[in-house]
């Protein structure tokens, strides 16, 4: 069973950054292709980033690309979401995700992964 634990958010004025982590209690923690999903008050939830089980390839939302990077590090089973010039708009309950069927990633659906965190709230502020 894979646990994952979102931690990093917090209430951030507009053009603010913030650091998202998302720690993986999976044993194999090199074999997960990872995600970032976000869900807004009233909406569906959306794909933010996803990120290769290598680490060596990265997909994102047209609306947070250039602005969000998405990376892990195999050596603390975790993963982080470093979110620059923050938007109202980013609003949002974020939940990290995790794919554990050997696929090589990245990946953009939310039925392509197995594992969901509980989220963490992001609050941007005018």
């Known amino acids: 069973q894979v646990q994952l634990v979102e931690s990093g958010g917090g209430l951030v004025q507009a053009g603010g950054s913030l650091r998202l982590s998302c720690a993986n209690s999976?044993?194999?923690?090199?074999?997960?292709?990872m995600g970032w999903f976000r869900q807004a008050p009233g909406k569906e939830r959306e794909f933010v980033a996803a990120?290769?089980?290598?680490?060596?390839?990265?997909t994102y939302a047209d609306s947070v690309k250039g602005r969000f990077t998405m990376s892990r590090d195999g050596a603390k089973n975790t993963n982080y979401l470093q979110m620059n010039s923050l938007k109202q708009e980013d609003t949002a309950v974020y939940y990290c995700?995790?794919?554990?069927?050997?696929?090589?990633?990245?990946?953009?659906?939310?039925?392509?992964?197995?594992?969901w965190g509980q989220g963490t709230q992001v609050t941007v502020s005018s």
């Open positions: 999976g044993r194999a923690f090199s074999r997960y292709v």
């Open positions: 990120i290769s089980r290598s680490g060596s390839r990265t």
């Open positions: 995700a995790a794919n554990s069927r050997d696929y090589e990633g990245p990946l953009r659906r939310e039925y392509e992964y197995d594992y």
